[in-house]
């Protein structure tokens, strides 16, 4: 049915639009207690042997989704409610931003993907910081994902995102820094080790200071070069990071200017998630998304050595009930290949 929706109706209206109107309906669907609480009963994924613990965190199963969605932090709850078990907000910068111009946001159904160069459009961190107060309803783990304000110099950026820090780590379930979209001028250079060393540091201060101590997360791109991904790795490591989410979208194609995400990722994301796990084996937490379209790639990613997994563009093509899909189809193959729990699945052919 939702197939025969997308193609009839959504893919005719603007994609912003669409999904403007598809966070203010979960925005709503947050606000009732009654709908929501029914919908998470019967949708999110409640077989113990899908429980997934990573940097301290219990997560009711692997499949979470992704930055890029829920940019305001907005209807978290909303979205656990039809089945992900966690959600990643954000991404936020410390000084509320509009973005780059419209149109900045484009479908390629042929290849089930998306194009956007949004821009991190968003409040500002003080803006999510009050919408992520409110007492949760629901059980649902948030991250929140912080990026560089786009005014702010290179030179200024460790302080930029310190700033995000201070506002947002004690809110979030896990923290993550964000140097690999496209979208913002000269962030990807910050990926350089040289650089990264010293904003990786001041933000993990602030969030090692935390009343819980957050867990802080870095996520790269699928453009680096292989020994880039390596550094970064080693990086990770030397710091004491919790985990590393790999990748963000990716520049190359040929399509609107901006970065690709979904099926064409499909590869390049599993092969960086494979070099991850050789270099720090299970030291890291890592979070593998890109290209995740079924219940398949969510188990080659766990077999590869991810802990969990995230999407987003196959939401936008699977449908509102994608997540709950795939939790229960991975339910059925753990029972059919006798694993006792999804733990015993990560990892295996790495």
């Known amino acids: 049915m939702y197939r025969t929706l997308f193609a009839l109706v959504l893919r005719r209206f603007d994609a ?3 999904h403007h109107l598809t966070v203010r309906a979960f925005a ?12 998470y009963k019967a949708l999110a994924p409640q077989d113990p042997a899908l429980r997934v613990s990573a940097f301290g965190v219990h ?27 966690h959600v990643e ?23 089930r993907a998306v194009v956007n160069r949004m821009g991190f459009n968003n409040a500002g961190a003080a803006a999510a910081a009050r919408r992520l107060r409110r ?18 110099p290179e030179s200024e950026a460790a302080a930029d995102y310190v700033t995000s820090a201070r506002i947002l780590a004690p809110l979030a379930d896990y923290l993550v820094v964000n140097v690999s979209s496209p979208n913002t001028p000269g962030l990807r250079n910050l990926q350089a080790v040289e ?3 010293p904003l990786l540091k001041s933000v993990k201060d602030v969030a090692d200071a935390t009343p819980r101590r957050t867990p802080l997360l870095v996520k790269i791109a699928p453009d680096l070069a292989d020994e880039d991904v390596d550094a970064v790795a080693d990086l990770a490591i030397e710091l004491g990071l919790d985990g590393i989410i790999a990748t963000n979208t990716t520049i190359r194609h040929g399509g609107e200017t901006g970065g690709l995400s979904g099926r064409p990722l499909k590869a390049r994301s599993l092969e960086v998630l494979r070099r991850l796990r050789a270099r720090v084996g299970d030291r890291l937490t890592l979070v593998s998304v890109g290209g995740v379209e079924d219940v398949d790639d969510v188990w080659e990613r766990l077999l590869a050595g991810a802990t969990l997994v995230q999407g987003y563009t196959g939401w936008v093509y699977g449908g509102p009930l994608w997540a ?14 006798g694993y006792k729990s999804i733990t015993d699945v990560i990892g295996r052919t790495a």
Do not use: M, Y
């Open 16 to 18: 912003e639009t669409v």
């Open 28 to 39: 709503l669907l947050s606000a009732l207690p009654l709908v929501k609480r029914w919908l």
């Open 59 to 85: 997560f009711p199963g692997p499949l979470g989704l992704a930055a890029g969605f829920d940019k305001e932090a907005a209807c978290a709850e909303g979205v656990a409610a039809v089945g992900f078990g």
């Open 89 to 111: 907000v954000g991404t936020i910068t410390a000084h509320g931003q509009p973005g780059n111009p419209r149109p900045r946001l484009f479908r390629e159904v042929a290849e």
């Open 135 to 152: 007492t949760r309803g629901l059980p649902v783990v948030v991250g929140v994902n912080i990026g560089k304000t786009k005014v702010v």
């Open 195 to 197: 650089l990264l060393r």
């Open 324 to 337: 709950s899909r795939i939790h229960r189809q991975l339910s059925r193959r753990l029972r059919r290949h």
